[in-house]
Every structure is written in C-alpha cells, then in structure tokens.
C-alpha cells in the first residue's frame, strides 16, 4: 500500500497570512528581571516565533516603564540619580532576553524622547477636545501598584497585591473624563466576546464597569514628584505613570503617521499578567478612544507563577532568577517547561522538582529517546543513513494522518492562544510515535534479510515523525531544535511550515552519530518537600469516632492522585462491563487503565475527557488487559458518573 503525501500536505496550507503586532507590558526598572517577567515575555516570543512560522508578517515589542514614584524611591535607596539608576536596569532587562533567546523587534523606554513626544501630544490632543480637567482630589495611593485606589479594594486597610498601607495624598491634579466611556466600553466588551482572553478576565472587567466608572487622575504635582514627562499645557505637573507607559505600545510605531505604526497598528495584540488587567482593560481602551486610535485587537492575560506554594516576594526569599534557572536546566527546555506547566490564563506552581520532572518526562524520556533511538538504530543497519521506506501499512497510515491532523491542532492552539495545549500535543504526539517503535519492534528485525524492508519502513516512518516534532517545536527551543536538525541530517535553517508534513524526510541522507539532546537529570533532595516544617498539631478524637478506621496523613501521602486525559477509550472484549483506556499522564508514554464504566459510558464519551487518576496502583491483568492505574468515578449505588478535572490543568499534575 502506497501513501498520497499530496493530499497531506496540501489540508493545511489553507489559512491566509496575517499581519502580527504582539507587546509585553514595559517592565518596571525598580528591580532586577524575575521567572514572571521572563515568563510574559517568553510566552510573547514564542507566540511571535510561531506566527512567523505560519508565514505572517510579525511584529514584537518589548522595553521598560521608568518613571513613577516607586522608581524614584528604589534610585533613592540605591543613592544614584534616577536617570543612572534606570539607564542600568534597563540594560539588565535588555540584555537578558538574548540569553532567554528572546527574539524583540524593538526595546523601548519611556525616557525615550520620541516616546516622550508621543505622549505628551495626545495629551495635548486630548485636553484640547476638553477632557482633561484640574480639581482638589484626595485620595489613597498605592506605590507598588502606581495607582490610588477605592476604600473597597482595601483588605484590612492595606494593598490586596502588597500587603502595604496606601499613602493619602491631598492635591490639585488633573482628570481624564474616563467616566463619560463607561457605556461605551461596557458595551464593547458585551460585543465582543473574544477582546479579552480568557474569557473570565472579560467578566471581571464587565463586573467592574457595573459600579460607576470613576474620571482618572492623569498628573502628579512636580513638587511632589518631578520625575516623569511634563504635561504639555501645564509645566508644574508630569504625567501619570500609567497614562505615561501604556501609550508606548503606539509610540514605539512612530504614531501618528509612522510607516510602522500604519502597517501593524490594525494587529495589536497585547500580553500582560492578571495584575494589570484594570489598567489595560479599562484606563487604556478608554485613552485610545478619547485619542482616537483604534482600540486593540486583542488582550491576553496569564496568570501568575507562584513558587512553591507563595507569592514571590523579596521578602520571602524566593524571587527566581531565570538565569540561574537557565542554568540549571538549560534556556531551552527552560521555555518549555515554563510554556508547558503553565495553563493560559491560570496561576502555577514553580519549583525545581517540578521543571526537572517535565524535563526528564517530556524532553529525555519522551522526544530525547524517540530521536536517539531511531537514530542510533538507523545508523547501526543502514550504514549511517535514513533508510529507504518500503511498503507501508495501517500502522504507519494512521500515525501519518494523526501527525498531519496534529500539526493543524498545534496551530489551531496557538493561534487560539494556548501555548499549553499545543505542547500537550506535541508531547502526545511524539509519545505516539515511541509506543508505535514499541509494538513493531524494529530491534528484532535487525540483521534478517527478509526483515529488511519493514525494518526501514519502521524506522523511516519514526525519524520522519521526528521531523515533523522538531519542526513544531522550533518556536519553543530554537537552538535545540537547531542541533537536532544536524543530528537528523537536515540543513539547520528551521523547517518551513508547509514541509512540517510526512514524507518530506529523504531517505540515504546521512546520519551524523546522535549526541543525546536531552541527558536525563536528577532531582536534588533540597526540594522534595515545601510543607514538611508545618506539623499538624495532635487533637483528641471525639468518642462516637473512636472505633473509626482513620488514614493516616502519611499513608494518604503514598497514593498518588493525577490529572489524566483520556486519549482513546475501548471496549473489552467479550466483557459488558469494561472499557480500556490509554491515559495521558505527561510520562512519555500512554497508560492503559481498565475501567468497569461500560454499562454507563461510551467508549466515545470517554475519549477526550480530563480525569483523576490514582497512579500508583499495582498493574494487574482483567480480561486479558493490562491496567494501571484507576480512573474515578462517583459510585451511587453501582451508578458510576465520571469524576472530571477541570478543563484547564494540564494531565499528570498532582491532585491533593
Ligand atoms: N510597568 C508595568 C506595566 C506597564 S505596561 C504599559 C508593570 N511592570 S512589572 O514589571 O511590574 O510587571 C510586568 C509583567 O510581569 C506583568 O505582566 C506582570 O503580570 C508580570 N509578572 C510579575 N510577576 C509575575 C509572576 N509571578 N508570574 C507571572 N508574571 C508576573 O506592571
């Protein structure tokens, strides 16, 4: 049976180029870059490197926000001139992203003359049209968050985000006539269901704009602060930080009528954290109208990293220096786990143990060895080479058409704005190709003539898929994906979208001897466990209690609960009752798991759900069938109704 690569390549070449314009918020320059700055700006670059992959004309920026009280305050503490001190952060941000292999389009600065220009002609424009007003305000000041903020957003009288007091503040200063866009934003946020992503941020913001939308300060009193840029129509007060650095997404174009700024003005897609979803979803939608530029494309909000358990703080300790991490586990698989880990638009959890984990499941485990082994094997029976392939059969038709139909989910997922679910797949994917090495076993075919032809048609089909895999995973590891182009023979120039496809792979190309890509790491004892200083107190058991069968915590503690995603679901045979599923667990390979839900489910209802899975079960045998582990189930007198983890938490994190 011969294959018709045509009709493949040709079903995903139908989506047309766009045009790409994608900012990260500017960094404040009070501190040094941290794992949640490299984060929106990693995510940035690959989301950007992708869409070029796609053919779309992009456009990536980048820089810092450098006036404002808070930096005035850290210059101070740091006994150095504001304009020193932000000169030498902003360096720091700027040269750290080569080392993330971050790839920008341009860095900007609000101290930038240009960008100072920029703003203080919309202001300009803006107080000529009369929106701009001088009144006594008080008001209750937030440093950290560079805002005033209402008594309601108060908890216990401080800050919800830094736990600090806002300072009061009794001044003249100016207003922006943000109320008078109240309607109108309510209204485009009710319209347009896909303006903000994920859609709970667009509630949020809609749930805010129910109470009445207040006018914005836009100034501060240069004999309270003179560090900013000078309000064009009146010399004793700057501008507002925020007002300041959110025009920069346009400045940086050269608006009004910058070459730049008319091509990829139409494509504004922004990133930002949760933190700054008000200022970006109310102040700047509301600035751009009043401006009279059209508002933004899109808005896209992450969640925040956590690290072990807390919010990252000076304080604490455990601010993470995404260099160190760099070093630790490599840039590239640095970005990947920090992509994969990280569902869109959630908070995650960061430690070491768990970016190792990822590293050791997905990259050596998984990929690494899919690619050493073909290789190895190849080079060993063919003489160095990719070997012919001969005639193929269901086994490589169907791992070709899920390949072919993969490449279009990965892009449906990004261009979606789901980093995460593009690389599930592409772990999935690659996770395919090995359980299919596996089942044919090429290994025994080695030196029988008469096994010749299958053994190449297995390992040109594996090394082919490989292909594809490094092809889809260029955007994330660049510069691995660039060794493991050599190690496949390839040009190293990155695969072009359209021959991201099966078949494309030359057969007698020269393979050079696989260096592995990914050595397996090991985890160090120092981070097994957060939570192991906070010993429970004993409590005495109440008497109706005391013949109770307890668990103990620690006995609790050995089982081990996963999210998993159901892959493919089956029936047994000749059983009524039982349904064999292959579970997702991100461990490199599929799980089979044997569940006794036929009689409520059908093996299509089960197919694609995301589970909760007692891992560590002992594998036994039913009917025949290999099961490892247990999927859940609510049982209501022998009713079993599938326990469902939510839709957002990636298969294989724990469930405690
Ligand atoms: N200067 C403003 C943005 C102005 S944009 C016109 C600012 N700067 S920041 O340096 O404080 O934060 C920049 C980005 O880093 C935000 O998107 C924020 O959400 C992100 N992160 C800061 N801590 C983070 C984590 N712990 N995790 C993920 N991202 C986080 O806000």
């Known amino acids: 049976m011969f294959f018709d690569f045509a009709e493949i390549i040709h079903s995903y070449s139908t989506r047309m180029t766009d045009t790409f314009y994608i900012t990260t918020p500017i960094y404040y320059v009070n501190s040094h870059p941290h794992i949640g700055h490299a984060y929106t700006t990693i995510v940035t670059d690959v989301l950007t490197r992708f869409r070029k992959l796609f053919g779309d004309d992009t456009y990536f920026l980048t820089g810092t926000d450098e006036h404002g009280q808070k930096i005035v305050e850290s210059a101070a503490k740091a006994g150095v001139e504001p304009q020193a001190f932000v000169d030498e952060i902003s360096r720091e941000f700027r040269e750290m992203w080569p080392h993330l292999h971050i790839d920008f389009d341009q860095f900007i600065r609000t101290t930038d003359p240009e960008h100072k220009a920029c703003v203080q002609q919309i202001l300009q424009k803006i107080y000529d049209q009369g929106e701009i007003y001088l009144k006594e305000y008080e008001g209750l000041y937030c440093v950290g968050c560079e805002r005033f903020l209402d008594e309601a957003e108060l908890e216990d009288g401080n800050c919800p985000d830094h736990q600090t007091p806002p300072e009061f503040y009794q001044e003249q200063n100016y207003f922006f006539k943000m109320s008078a ?98 200022t970006h979803g109310i102040y700047w939608p509301c600035m751009l109208k009043a401006a009279g530029l059209p508002v933004f494309k899109k808005l896209v909000v992450h969640g925040h990293w956590v690290v072990g358990g807390s919010k990252m703080s000076k304080s604490l300790g455990n601010v993470v220096d995404p260099l160190a991490m760099k070093d630790q586990l490599g840039v590239d698989a640095l970005r990947y786990f920090l992509l994969r880990d990280m569902s869109f638009g959630e908070d995650s959890n960061f430690t070491e143990d768990l970016a ?17 082994r073909s290789i190895s094997m190849s080079r060993n029976n063919f003489e160095g080479c990719v070997p012919p392939l ?3 059969g269901e086994l490589e038709i169907d791992l070709r058409n899920s390949f072919s139909k993969g490449v279009e989910t990965c892009q449906e997922y990004i261009l979606a704005f789901q980093p995460h679910r593009a690389l599930e797949h592409i772990a999935w994917l690659s996770s395919q190709v090995n359980k299919y090495i596996d089942n044919c076993k090429p290994w025994s075919l080695a030196g029988q003539p008469e096994g010749r032809e299958r053994l190449g048609t297995i390992l040109y089909t594996a090394l082919d898929m490989a292909r594809i895999l490094v092809g889809l995973l260029d955007p994330v590891m660049p510069e691995k994906m660039c060794e493991a182009r050599k190690s496949l023979g390839l040009v190293t120039e990155a695969i072009p979208f359209e021959k991201i496809t099966p078949g494309v792979l030359v057969a007698g190309t020269e393979l050079p001897e696989p260096t592995p890509l990914f050595p397996k790491m090991k985890i160090s004892a120092k981070n097994e466990s957060v939570v192991k200083d906070q010993l429970p107190e004993k409590i005495e058991i109440k008497p109706e209690e005391k013949g109770k069968e307890w668990l103990a915590f620690d006995d609790f503690q050995k089982m081990e609960l996963k999210v998993g995603h159901i892959r493919s679901c089956r029936k047994v045979e000749k059983s009524n009752k039982l349904l064999c599923s292959e579970v997702d667990l991100a461990e490199g390979r599929m799980r089979s798991i044997v569940s006794g839900a036929a009689e409520f489910y059908t093996p299509e209802e089960l197919t694609d759900r995301r589970v909760l899975v007692v891992a560590n079960l002992k594998p036994v045998k039913l009917m025949g069938e290999v099961s490892e582990g247990m999927i859940l189930f609510s049982d209501d007198n022998g009713k079993l109704v599938l326990i469902e983890a939510p839709e957002d938490v990636n298969p294989g994190v724990t469930v405690r």
């Open 181 to 278: 866009y109240q309607d109108w934003l309510l209204e485009e946020l009710k319209q347009n269901e896909s303006w903000i992503y994920p859609g709970r941020y667009r509630n949020e913001l809609i749930q805010f704009l129910k109470a009445p939308l207040q006018d914005l300060c836009i100034s501060r009193p240069k004999s309270r602060l003179a560090w900013g840029i000078d309000l064009p129509f009146d010399k004793n007060f700057v501008t507002y930080v925020w007002f300041d650095a959110l025009l920069n997404y346009a400045s940086a174009l050269g608006w009004p009528e910058g070459e730049k700024y008319t091509k990829y003005w139409p494509h504004v897609h922004h990133t930002i954290g949760k933190d700054i979803l008000k």
């Open 390 to 392: 001969g005639e193929v």
């Open 356 to 372: 190792i984990t990822r590293y050791n499941g997905d990259l050596a485990n998984n990929f690494g060895n899919l690619l050493n």
